[in-house]
């Protein structure tokens, strides 16, 4: 693969997230084990497109565990499953979901509210989270969505579609430059 890829190609096979959920889970396994992999963790949720029209999940949260633990042999790697992390306050740690004793309180946030509750609105993520450092790096990263610093053009200076034949014969809208009409 070196031969034919640069190292930007191949971060993008590997690194590229297609929200594809289980399916993308299998792919990766694929893409690792020609890398040399044995081992692959899967963890809950593992590249799912988040909810659907309705507010309704695409797949269940465990899918893409099922799935590559069912063709793990075919596959020869292994499916090393990872749960829901969650943070107990009153010990200070983090813990699986599943190991925390019913009762007990927890604190977790999800991608999303990470996203949008807090990034996309300016809010300082909490330092049970992550540490300030890396908050801060994020902050910078990902500025509020009132505050991007990369606005669209304008409309004017954006590109449009317009009715240019692309061939003699093609009669379908193609991308043009305002300024450089054909």
Aim: net charge positive.
């Amino acid at each position: 693969m070196d031969r034919f890829m640069g190292a930007a190609d191949h971060a993008r096979v590997l690194g590229e997230m297609r929200m594809a959920g289980p399916r993308e889970a299998l792919w990766h396994a694929l893409i690792r084990r020609n890398y040399g992999a044995t081992h692959l963790i899967v963890g809950r949720d593992h590249a799912s497109p988040g909810l659907d029209s309705r507010g309704r999940p695409f797949y269940g949260p465990l899918d893409a565990q099922a799935l590559v633990a069912r063709h793990a042999d075919e596959l020869g790697v292994a499916m090393v499953p990872f749960g829901e992390l969650v943070y107990v306050p009153g010990e200070g740690r983090y813990e699986e979901a599943a190991r925390v004793p019913a009762g007990v309180e927890t604190l977790a946030l999800s991608g999303t509210l990470v996203r949008d509750d807090y990034l996309g609105a300016g809010r300082r993520l909490p330092e049970w989270f992550t540490r300030p450092e890396v908050a801060e790096i994020l902050a910078d990263t990902y500025p509020p969505r009132h505050k991007l610093r990369h606005q669209p053009p304008p409309l004017r200076k954006r590109r449009r579609l317009r009715n240019i034949p692309s061939r003699s014969s093609s009669r379908q809208p193609c991308l043009a430059n305002p300024k450089n009409p054909r």
